[in-house]
C-alpha cells in the first residue's frame, strides 16, 4: 500500500492560524470559567508543594498544558504517513498558550475596572489577588501570559520528546500530584501500617509535600519509571491478547487479589479510610443492580432509588422501636428477608406498567415513579407509618452475635457491604451466563425480534426489573442500619443518576467496570453527601461529573473498562478491519466473503 | 387437518387494504411459496401470522386452534418460527448466543437455576449448547469453529442469512416461514440453500412458507406457489401452472399492449 507523507509545513511560523487561533480561544475560555467558578481560589487553601505550589495553582496551571497537547496533536487520515513533530508544533502551543494567557489577563483588567460580583459570585477582590499574586496588575499579567506560553509549549512537546521521556515525566507529575492529593488517605494508609514516621517525612506539617520530599520523591518516582517502561504495557498487552481459558484464569487471579486486598486492607486503614471504602460499597452495590437492569438489559431506569429507599424504609421499620406505627423490632437477618418481598413487589408494582414503554419514554416514567416514591414517604398521608419528613431514627445496628455492625464502626459496615458486593457480584455473573441473561441482551439488541424468536419480553424484563430492585434494596437497607436513621431527604434523583453515571463512566454491563467506576467517581470524588478521597473537590463535584461524562461520551463511550462486547458495539468499524487483518480473510473460505465489506453492513442496521 | 389455515384474512392499514381476503391452507410437510410483485402483502401475510401486525379480518388457525391477538411469543413457542426479510439478528451478540437464546421458548430455567448452578441448570445448559451447535452444523462448516465465537455483525451476509435461518430452527418449530431466504446471495450460494431447504423438509420435518422473488428456487423446492397480487391471490398451484396462468403474467409484466387498445 502506498502512503503520501502528509504536506510539510513549509516554515514555523506557517500556521493554521483557525486552529491556532480556536484552541487559544478554547484555552482563553475554559481559563476565565475556571476562575469565575472559584475552584482555584477556593482550593488555593490546599498546599501541594508547602509555600511554593497550591491545588488552586495546579488547577489552573493544567490548563494550558493540557490545552496545548490537544492543540499540537497532528491529524493523520488514512493511507497518510504522519509527519514527524518538531519546532512548528511548538510554535502552535506557543500561540495557543499566550492567547490563553491573554484571555486571562483582560480577565484580571475587567476584575480590576468594573464590579460584576452580582451575577458572578466569584467576582471578588479574592480572585484579583489570587490572580495577580498581590504583586500588581502587570506582573500577574505579564507573568501569567509567560507562564501560559510555557507551559502549553510543554503540552505540545509532548508530541515532540521521544516516547520515553514523556512517559517518565507524565508519571512524576502525576504521581507527585497524586501523592499530595490524596494526603489524608496517605497519612491514614501508613498509620495503619506503623510508617507515620515515612509519612511525616514527606508531608510538610501544614499540609502539602516538602521542597526536599518533592525532589526526592519525583527521582525515585522517576528511576522506577525509566527501569519499567514499557513493562506494564507489555503486561496488559499480553492479558489482553489472553484467549478463552487463560484469559479467565487471568481473570480469577486478578479477582483473588482484589478479594483479598479487599479483607486485609480495611485492617490497616483508619476510620475515615473505612467510612470512604462502605460508601464506595453501598454505591457500588447500587451500581450493580443498574447494571443488571440497563447495562444487561437495556431498560434505562431513572427512578432506581425508589429501590433504594424501598429497602432503607423496610429495614427502618421493621428494627427501629422509633418506627411510629408498627415497631416489631425484628433482627435486621429475618428484615433483610421482608426487605426481598417488598423490593420485589414494589419492583412487579413499578415495572408492571412501565415495562410496555420503550427507550427515552420508560426513562422519563420511571424518572417519575422514583420522584413519586419519594414524596410519598415524605407525605402527610403516609407520615403516621413512615415519620414523613421527620423519617425514622434510632434504627439499631446489625447484630451479628460476636459483634454489632453500626456506623461508629466503619470497618464492620464495610464488611457488611462487601458480602452484599459479593453477593450482587455473583448474582450478575450468574445470570449473564444464563438463559435469563441471553434473553435480556436479546431484548437489549432487538425488542420486536427477541419477541418474535419467542421471548416473552414482558416477563423477562420484569424479572431484571426485580433483581435490580432487590439489590438496590440491600444497599438500603445497610445504609439505614449504618446512618442509624432514614430520612425521605437521603433518597433524592441525584442519587439515581450518579449511579448511572458510575455504571456509564465505569462501563456498561461489565461487572470490573462497575467496580473501577464507584471506586473513581463514589471514592475518589465522592458521593452526593459523602466525601471523597479528594474532599477540597466537594464543591465543584457535579461540575467534575459532569465534565467526566461529556469527556467519556465523546472520547471512550464503553466506559473506563469496557465490556468486550460493548466495545466492539461502538467500535464496529475498527473491530471489522482487525479481524481482516488477522487472516479471516475473504476467499480463504472459497467463494463466501467471510469477514464483510463495510458496504454490506450498511443494509442490515436500521 | 390442515397445518395452517387461513380464513377471510384481512388487513388494512388506514385507507389501504394490505391484504383482502386471503384463503388458504397449508398442510403438514408442504413446502410453499407466496411470491407476487412488490407490496403485494406477502411480508403482511408472514407478520399476521407470526403475530406481528394484527389482521383486521379473517381468521388465522394453526393446528384447528386460532392464533389470533397471541402474543408473538406466544406464537414462537406453540410451533411458528420465521425470519426477517432485512436480517435482523442479535449483532452484538456471538452466533452461537443466537441460535442459543432462540431456543428460549423451549427452555425452562430461571433465576433460581442459574444462581444455585442446580444440576437441571447445568443439564439444560448443555443441552441448549449442544442443541444450537447442531443446528449450526446443518449449515456445513459456515457457522461452525471459530465463527461461532464472533459477534454476528462481523458475518457476510450470505452468513446472516444462514444465521437467520438457524435461529428461526432453534425455535424447534413445525412450521418455518422463510422470507426471501436467498435475497443478495450469488448463484452458487443460491444453489447451496435451496438444497439446504429441502432437506430442512426432509432431515428436520419442518413444513415450510417461503416468500421468494427467485423463480428458480421456487420452482426448484415447492409444492405449490400462492400468488398475491395487491393483497389477493390471483393463483395458486404448482409452479408449471402458475408460471403460465394470464393473471399472474400480468401482474408481473403488466397488460398486453393489444388488450390495452
Known amino acids: 500500500m502506498s502512503t ?297 431506569d431513572l427512578g432506581y432509588v425508589a429501590f433504594f429507599a424501598v429497602g432503607g424504609y423496610t429495614t427502618a421499620v421493621l428494627t427501629s422501636p422509633n418506627s411510629p406505627f408498627f415497631a416489631p423490632e425484628l433482627h435486621f437477618g429475618i428484615a433483610l428477608i421482608f426487605v426481598v418481598i417488598f423490593a420485589t413487589i414494589v419492583g412487579l408494582v413499578i415495572g408492571a406498567p412501565v415495562i410496555r414503554m420503550r427507550g427515552d419514554y420508560l426513562a422519563i416514567v420511571t424518572l417519575g415513579f422514583g420522584e413519586i416514591i419519594r414524596l410519598l414517604f415524605m407525605s402527610d398521608w403516609l407520615g403516621p407509618y413512615f415519620g414523613g419528613a421527620q423519617g425514622i431514627t434510632n434504627v439499631p445496628g446489625v447484630d451479628l452475635g460476636f459483634a454489632t455492625v453500626k456506623g461508629t464502626d466503619p470497618r464492620s459496615v464495610f464488611y457488611l457491604v462487601l458480602f452484599f458486593c459479593v453477593i450482587a457480584i455473583y448474582v450478575s455473573w450468574r445470570l449473564q451466563a444464563s438463559r435469563l441473561g441471553r434473553a435480556w441482551m436479546a431484548i437489549r439488541e432487538d425488542e420486536q425480534v427477541a419477541e418474535a424468536m419467542g421471548i416473552n419480553t ?46 456509564i463512566v465505569g462501563g456498561m454491563g461489565n461487572i470490573a467496570g462497575v467496580m473501577v467506576g464507584s471506586f473513581v467517581l463514589i471514592g475518589v470524588l465522592g458521593g452526593p453527601k459523602q466525601p471523597g478521597l479528594l474532599q477540597e473537590f466537594q464543591n465543584f463535584k457535579l461540575l467534575i461529573y459532569g465534565m467526566l461524562l461529556v469527556f467519556m461520551m465523546l472520547k471512550r463511550p464503553e466506559g473506563l473498562v469496557p465490556s468486550a462486547r460493548r466495545s466492539r458495539e461502538l467500535h464496529q468499524d475498527e473491530f471489522l478491519q482487525d479481524a481482516w487483518l488477522k487472516g479471516d480473510k475473504p476467499g480463504a473460505d472459497d467463494e463466501d466473503a467471510d469477514t464483510v465489506d463495510v458496504g454490506a453492513r450498511g443494509g442490515e442496521e436500521e | 387437518m390442515s397445518l395452517l389455515e387461513i380464513k377471510d384474512l384481512k388487513i388494512t392499514f388506514g385507507g389501504l387494504d394490505a391484504l383482502s381476503g386471503l384463503n388458504f391452507h397449508i398442510d403438514e410437510g408442504e413446502i410453499v411459496s407466496v411470491i407476487g410483485p412488490n407490496g403485494a402483502g406477502k411480508t403482511t401475510f408472514f407478520n399476521a401470522i407470526s403475530g406481528l401486525v394484527a389482521p383486521t379480518e379473517g381468521d388465522i388457525e394453526f393446528e384447528g386452534d386460532s392464533i389470533l391477538g397471541l402474543d408473538p411469543s406466544t406464537v414462537t413457542s406453540l410451533g411458528i418460527a420465521r425470519t426477517f426479510q432485512n436480517v435482523r439478528l442479535f449483532p452484538n451478540m456471538t452466533v452461537l448466543e443466537n441460535v442459543m437464546v432462540a431456543q428460549h421458548c423451549r427452555t425452562s430455567q430461571l433465576i433460581y437455576g442459574a444462581l444455585l448452578q442446580t444440576k437441571a441448570f447445568k443439564r439444560e445448559e448443555r443441552e441448549i449448547r449442544e442443541r444450537a451447535e447442531e443446528v449450526l452444523a446443518f449449515f456445513g462448516h459456515r457457522l461452525v469453529g471459530y465463527r461461532m465465537d464472533q459477534p454476528a455483525f462481523v458475518l457476510s451476509y450470505a452468513n446472516r442469512r444462514r444465521l437467520e435461518v438457524a435461529r428461526a430452527m432453534a425455535t424447534q418449530p413445525r412450521l418455518l416461514l422463510l422470507d426471501e431466504p436467498v435475497a443478495g446471495m450469488n448463484p452458487i450460494e443460491t444453489a447451496e440453500l435451496t438444497a439446504l431447504i429441502g432437506r430442512l423438509r426432509s432431515e428436520w420435518g419442518f413444513t415450510i412458507v417461503m416468500i421468494e422473488h427467485d423463480m428458480k428456487v421456487v ?38 399492449v393489444e388488450a390495452n387498445g
Request: charged share 15%.
Open chain 1, 4 to 300: 503520501m507523507i502528509a504536506p510539510m509545513p513549509s516554515s514555523a511560523l506557517d500556521q493554521d492560524w483557525s486552529k491556532v487561533l480556536r484552541w487559544g480561544l478554547i484555552c482563553g475560555g475554559v481559563l476565565i470559567a475556571l476562575c469565575l467558578v472559584g475552584m482555584p481560589v477556593e482550593l488555593d487553601r490546599r498546599e501541594i508543594i508547602e509555600r511554593y505550589l497550591s491545588l488552586g495553582y495546579v488547577s489552573v496551571l493544567l490548563i494550558p498544558i493540557v490545552l496545548g497537547r490537544i492543540a499540537a496533536t497532528q491529524v493523520v487520515l488514512e493511507g497518510f504517513e504522519s509527519r514527524k513533530q518538531g519546532l512548528f508544533d511548538l510554535v502552535t502551543g506557543l500561540l495557543v498558550g499566550l492567547l490563553g494567557g491573554g484571555c486571562l489577563s483582560l480577565l484580571m483588567v475587567a476584575l480590576d475596572s468594573w464590579n460584576l460580583r452580582d451575577p458572578l459570585v466569584n467576582w471578588s477582590p479574592k480572585l484579583f489577588r489570587f490572580l495577580t499574586y498581590e504583586n500588581g496588575m502587570g506582573f500577574g499579567a505579564g507573568a501569567w501570559i509567560a507562564t501560559c506560553a510555557v507551559l502549553s509549549m510543554v503540552g505540545a512537546a509532548s508530541h515532540v520528546v521521544p516516547a520515553i521521556v514523556r512517559r517518565v515525566s507524565g508519571t512524576v507529575v502525576l504521581s507527585l500530584l497524586s501523592l499530595a492529593v490524596l494526603e489524608g488517605a496517605v497519612e491514614d494508609l501508613s498509620e495503619g501500617f506503623r510508617l507515620d514516621w515515612l509519612a511525616d517525612l514527606i508531608y510538610a506539617k501544614k499540609g502539602g509535600l516538602t521542597l526536599t520530599s518533592t525532589i526526592v520523591v519525583g527521582a525515585v518516582i522517576g528511576l522506577v519509571a525509566v527501569f519499567t517502561s514499557g513493562r506494564v504495557k507489555a503486561v496488559t498487552n499480553r492479558y489482553r491478547d489472553l484467549d478463552g481459558v487463560e484469559r479467565q484464569k487471568a481473570s480469577m487471579i486478578l479477582f483473588a487479589v482484589v478479594a483479598v486486598l479487599c479483607i486485609v486492607l480495611p485492617m490497616f486503614l483508619g476510620k475515615i479510610m473505612n467510612e470512604l471504602l462502605a460508601n464506595v460499597g453501598l454505591f457500588l452495590l447500587l451500581a450493580l443492580g443498574l447494571n443488571i437492569v440497563v447495562g444487561l438489559a437495556g431498560l434505562l
Open chain 2, 219 to 256: 420452482r426448484d423446492v415447492s409444492d405449490r406457489v400462492v400468488v398475491l397480487d395487491h393483497g389477493i391471490p390471483i393463483a395458486q398451484g404448482s409452479y408449471d401452472e402458475v408460471s403460465t396462468d394470464p393473471n399472474v403474467i400480468e401482474a408481473y409484466l403488466g397488460r398486453p
Open chain 1, 458 to 503: 414482558v416477563s423477562a424484563k420484569l424479572m431484571a426489573f426485580v433483581v435490580g430492585a432487590v439489590l438496590a434494596a440491600f444497599s438500603g437497607a445497610v445504609l439505614v442500619a449504618k446512618v442509624g436513621s432514614v430520612f425521605p431527604t437521603s433518597f433524592m434523583i441525584l442519587i439515581s443518576i450518579i449511579i448511572l453515571v458510575v455504571v
